[in-house]
């Protein structure tokens, strides 16, 4: 008796790996449009993302990423009795990533993914009330990686929302925090 419920409860186990083994999620190229919002230093970025990616096979792909920044961070602060109005704005961003996928189902993937990146953002001060404003562009590399969803409602369009930590590699850069929803295609 003792072993035919061990042998029972074992084949419940396996259920779900035998059903993940299945899962026949399709290959090939793959690209995504959508909105990202990063996070650094007390500054909030946004950007319009694009990514054209290869999945080799159900586990594994690539993908490449551009980014070109919509939205900037204002703040207003007083130096010397002078108030100083400041706008920072992501010019745009590239990353190559390795990608690994959990499929779920036909349809529906986890996600990870580690790669290489190179952003560039401008910030711009101005003194209220006067002319005087001083420009400066810095530019950072990072080691990104994060992690996410996707869904395909009919095996070619869907969603896909993910989290990517990018950490800088200039001579203690920090790091951002990257969120970002886009709409996704199966060619």
């Given at each position: 008796?003792?072993?035919?419920i061990?042998?029972?409860?074992?084949?419940?186990c396996?259920?779900?790996?035998?059903?993940?083994?299945q899962?026949?999620?399709?290959?090939?190229v793959?690209?995504?449009?959508?909105?990202?919002?990063?996070h650094?230093?007390?500054?909030?970025?946004?950007a319009?993302?694009?990514?054209?990616?290869?999945?080799?096979?159900?586990?594994?792909?690539?993908?490449?990423?551009?980014?070109?920044?919509?939205?900037?961070d204002?703040?207003?602060?007083?130096?010397g009795?002078?108030t100083?109005?400041?706008?920072?704005?992501?010019?745009?961003?590239?990353?190559?990533?390795?990608?690994?996928?959990?499929?779920?189902?036909?349809n529906?993937?986890l996600?990870?993914?580690?790669?290489?990146?190179?952003?560039?953002?401008?910030?711009?001060?101005?003194?209220?009330?006067?002319?005087?404003?001083?420009?400066?562009?810095?530019?950072?590399n990072?080691?990104?990686?994060?992690?996410?969803?996707?869904?395909?409602?009919?095996?070619?369009?869907?969603?896909?929302?993910?989290?990517?930590?990018?950490?800088?590699?200039?001579?203690?850069?920090?790091?951002?925090?990257?969120?970002?929803?886009a709409?996704?295609?199966?060619?």
């Open positions: 008796m003792k072993i035919l061990a042998a029972a409860s074992a084949a419940v396996l259920l779900p790996a035998a059903a993940l083994a899962t026949a999620a399709p290959t090939g793959y690209g995504t449009l959508g909105y990202s919002d990063a650094t230093g007390g500054v909030d970025l946004g319009i993302e694009g990514r054209l990616g290869w999945r080799f096979n159900n586990w594994l792909g690539v993908e490449g990423e551009l980014a070109g920044g919509v939205k900037s204002k703040s207003t602060t007083t130096v009795g002078v100083v109005d400041t706008k920072v704005k992501l010019k745009d961003a590239e990353a190559i990533y390795g990608v690994g996928f959990l499929p779920l189902s036909n529906f993937d996600l990870a993914r580690v790669g290489y990146g190179h952003s560039s953002a401008k910030a711009t001060a101005t003194a209220a009330g006067t002319a005087i404003s001083a420009s400066q562009t810095a530019d950072g990072s080691w990104n990686y994060g992690v996410g969803a996707q869904y395909h409602f009919d095996g070619q369009n869907g969603v896909r929302g993910d989290y990517t930590r990018e950490a800088f590699t200039d001579h203690n850069s920090g790091h951002a925090d990257v969120w970002s929803i709409y996704t295609r199966r060619f």
